[in-house]
C-alpha cells in the first residue's frame, strides 16, 4: 500500500502570518488496515489550527484502539461513527477546560479506512473523498456540506444528523482533500456548471471529477511508481506547495503521460497530454489557490485497474468553460456546443505560453468576489 499525505501552508496565510489550519494523517492501523485523516479548521474559529489537529489525532487514537482484524466494513463504519462522536466530545472537554467557546476550534473531518479493496468512508464539512475504482471509474463518494446560505460550512460540530458515512468495494485507490485542492483543482467550478440557464448558485451541481488531476494523484504509475522520480514524497510535496513554474509544467505532462502510457498505451496517452499542454489547467489551478492545501492518498498499488474508454480521460475545453462562467456571471451569451474537439478542429490552434496562460486567466477575475466564488475559499 502506498500512503501519503501533505498539508501545506496556503499563500495568503503565509502573506498574512496566519498558521496552516488543515491537518491530515496517513498511516496503517495496528489492526493492518490503512486510514487516512483531514481536517480543515474553520477561518473564522479562532483556534482553528488547534482544532483541526485535535479532530485528526482524536480519530485516529480511537479508531486504532477499537478497529480488529477481520472486522467486517459494517462494524468499522460502527467505529466511524463512535469516532466521530468521541472526536467531538474531546474538543468540548478540551475547550470547556480552556474556558473557551466550543465553536473557536470548529474544524471540518474527512476520513477513510481501506481494506483489501473496501473503502469505509466518514465525513464532515466542505472537502471531499474522491475514488479510483477497479473498473476505471473514478467518483466523489461524499458531498460538500455548506449552510444554508451556500458559502459558510457545517463542521464536525454540527452533528451526527450532518455527518455523512459509507462504503465503497473494489477500490484501487482513495483520495482526501480539503477545499481548496477540492474547489480549485479536483472537482474546479468549471466542469461543474450546470448545462440548463439561468441558473443560481444554489442550483449549482458539483459531483464532476476532473479525471486528469484524479489520475495524477491516485494512479500510482505516474509518481509513486515511476522509476524517473528519485523520491516521490519530495516531488509530491513540492508540487502541491504550488510554487511551479515552466519547467514543473513539462515534469507534469512528462509524468502523466507515463502513467497514461501504462494505463491506455503510447498513442492514446500522447494524443491525450497534447490536449493537456494547451492550458495545462491543473499546474495553472494548484500555483493559484491561496487557500491551505491538504491531501491524503492511499493506493493499493497491486490492484489492477481496467481502463475506461480513451474519451473518459479526455480533457475539457477549459476555453468553453470559461465562456460558460462568463455567461453565468455577467450575462453575456452563450456557446451551446462545446466538445473536446473544439480546439483540435479550430484552424488556427493556440500555442500554449505559461506568462500568456497566466496574463489571460487572470483578467477573467477582475474583482475579489469572482476570484473567490470561482476557488471555493470560505
Known sequence: MIAYGFSVQGKSHIEKNIPCQDAGRAERLEAGAYMGIVADGVGSAAYAEIGSKMAVDSLFTYCNAHISPAMLPSEMEE????GYQYAMDDT?????????????????????????????????????????????????VTSRQKGA?????????????????????????????????LDGVVMPMLIN?????????????????????????????????????????EYM????????????????????????????????AADLCRRIRTYC????????????????????????????????????????LMDNYQTFLYGQ?????????????RKKREIFSWEKLQKSWKKRFTNKADRIFFYGKK
Request: hydrophobic residues 35%; proline residues 4%.
Open 79 to 82: 467505529v466511524l461513527r463512535k
Open 92 to 140: 468540548e472537554a478540551y475547550a470547556k477546560e480552556k474556558g473557551i467557546r466550543t465553536d473557536a476550534y470548529d474544524t471540518t473531518l474527512s476520513a477513510v479506512i481501506f481494506d483489501e479493496g473496501t473503502v469505509v468512508y466518514a465525513h464532515a464539512g466542505d472537502g471531499g473523498i474522491i475514488v479510483r475504482c477497479k473498473d476505471g471509474q473514478i467518483e466523489a
Open 333 to 345: 451569451t452563450i456557446r451551446k456546443e462545446h466538445t473536446p474537439d473544439t480546439l483540435e478542429k
Open 281 to 320: 489547467y491543473m499546474v495553472w489551478a494548484v500555483s493559484n489557490i491561496a487557500d491551505d492545501k491538504s491531501v491524503v492518498c492511499l493506493i493499493d498499488e497491486g490492484a489492477e485497474v481496467i481502463p475506461k474508454t480513451v474519451s473518459y480521460y479526455e480533457e475539457p475545453d477549459w476555453k468553453a
Open 237 to 268: 510535496g513540492y508540487f502541491i506547495d504550488g510554487n511551479l513554474s515552466k519547467k514543473d509544467q513539462d515534469k507534469f505532462l512528462k509524468y502523466i503521460q507515463m502513467g497514461y502510457e501504462r494505463l491506455l498505451g503510447t498513442k492514446q
Open 193 to 233: 456548471l450546470p448545462s440548463d440557464w439561468p441558473v443560481t448558485r444554489q442550483d449549482m451541481k458539483k459531483a464532476q471529477v476532473y479525471v486528469t488531476a484524479a489520475e495524477f494523484f491516485m494512479n500510482p504509475e505516474v509518481v509513486y511508481l515511476n522509476r524517473s522520480i528519485r523520491d516521490p514524497d
Open 149 to 181: 446560505d451556500g458559502v459558510s460550512v457545517r463542521p464536525l460540530r454540527a452533528g451526527d444528523s450532518s455527518w455523512e458515512f459509507g462504503m465503497k468495494k473494489d477500490v484501487a485507490a482513495v483520495l482526501l482533500l480539503t477545499d481548496g485542492m
